[in-house]
């Protein structure tokens, strides 16, 4: 699941699209690419671009729940169209993690069998060593970001730090990434409601209900233990 951020409002979904002048026809101008906007929603602009890339997110996640290998394919092709769209609105943290993302999907299909996921419960050792690393990266990044002016930067940087691992996890088909990825998706619907942000959260919504069907699909997959 990649993380998204929706600002905007009716008055200037009208006359602008993130600070840059609409021409008649809806359209913004990008470093030199036009970007168009596809539909408004609760103010927010929501470019075929970012529609796309929402689109393609959704089926990647929803593969991966299956357990289907065909999953990574989506996921590489959503985070190229991310990274672009980020790129094209300046911004290039956002960006710079869909490498991120499009090199775990590279690793998911090379780890991963033809046949798909073949799931398991981590370690103890396993899982406490990821809930320290997790940790560690949250409280460095969120000072990181307040540096650099960004606002809400601990709720931001636990989704940034938690969903990079959260796919790791996924890539190594263990079950906990579907934990994970409840808590993530249920924070960021909390979160971006709080907000304001409401495309965002029931984005997020649409995510924890997945969420919970990939973990339901998994432990189906789960070799029993006799």
Same mark, same amino acid.
């Given at each position: 699941?990649?993380?998204?951020?929706?600002?905007?409002?009716?008055?200037?979904?009208?006359?602008?699209?993130?600070?840059?002048?609409?021409?008649?026809?809806?359209?913004?101008?990008?470093?030199?690419?036009?970007?168009?906007?596809?539909?408004?929603?609760?103010?927010?602009?929501?470019?075929?671009?970012?529609?796309? &890339? /929402?689109?393609? &997110?959704?089926?990647?996640?929803?593969?991966?729940?299956?357990?289907?290998?065909?999953?990574?394919?989506?996921?590489?092709?959503?985070?190229?169209?991310?990274?672009?769209?980020?790129?094209?609105?300046?911004?290039?943290?956002?960006?710079?993690?869909?490498?991120?993302?499009?090199?775990?999907?590279?690793?998911?299909?090379?780890?991963?069998?033809?046949?798909?996921?073949?799931?398991?419960?981590?370690?103890?050792?396993?899982?406490?060593?990821?809930?320290?690393?997790?940790?560690?990266?949250?409280?460095?990044?969120?000072?990181?970001?307040?540096?650099?002016?960004?606002?809400?930067?601990?709720?931001?940087?636990?989704?940034? /730090?938690?969903?990079?691992?959260?796919?790791? /996890?996924?890539?190594?088909?263990?079950?906990?990434?579907?934990?994970?990825?409840?808590?993530?998706?249920?924070?960021?619907?909390?979160?971006?409601?709080?907000?304001?942000?409401?495309?965002?959260?029931?984005?997020?919504?649409?995510?924890?209900?997945?969420?919970?069907?990939?973990?339901?699909?998994?432990?189906?997959?789960?070799?029993?233990?006799?």
């Amino acid at each position: 699941m990649l993380m998204f951020r929706f600002i905007g409002s009716q008055k200037l979904a009208e006359r602008t699209f993130r600070g840059r002048p609409l021409d008649q026809f809806g359209n913004a101008n990008w470093k030199g690419a036009t970007m168009s906007v596809f539909f408004t929603a609760w103010g927010y602009g929501v470019t075929y671009l970012e529609f796309v &890339s /929402v689109l393609t &997110s959704l089926i990647a996640v929803f593969l991966g729940a299956l357990g289907a290998r065909v999953t990574w394919p989506w996921w590489l092709l959503s985070s190229a169209l991310y990274a672009l769209f980020f790129y094209q609105v300046d911004l290039y943290a956002s960006a710079i993690l869909q490498f991120v993302f499009i090199a775990a999907a590279i690793w998911g299909w090379f780890g991963w069998k033809a046949s798909g996921a073949e799931p398991r419960y981590m370690a103890i050792k396993e899982r406490t060593l990821w809930l320290i690393i997790l940790v560690a990266l949250w409280l460095v990044s969120a000072p990181a970001l307040a540096d650099i002016g960004a606002a809400a930067t601990w709720p931001d940087s636990f989704l940034l /730090v938690s969903s990079t691992i959260a796919q790791v /996890v996924m890539v190594l088909q263990r079950n906990e990434t579907w934990i994970l990825w409840l808590v993530i998706d249920a924070f960021g619907t909390y979160h971006y409601a709080n907000q304001g942000y409401w495309f965002t959260s029931i984005l997020y919504g649409i995510f924890t209900i997945i969420a919970g069907f990939g973990w339901y699909r998994w432990l189906a997959l789960t070799p029993k233990i006799a």
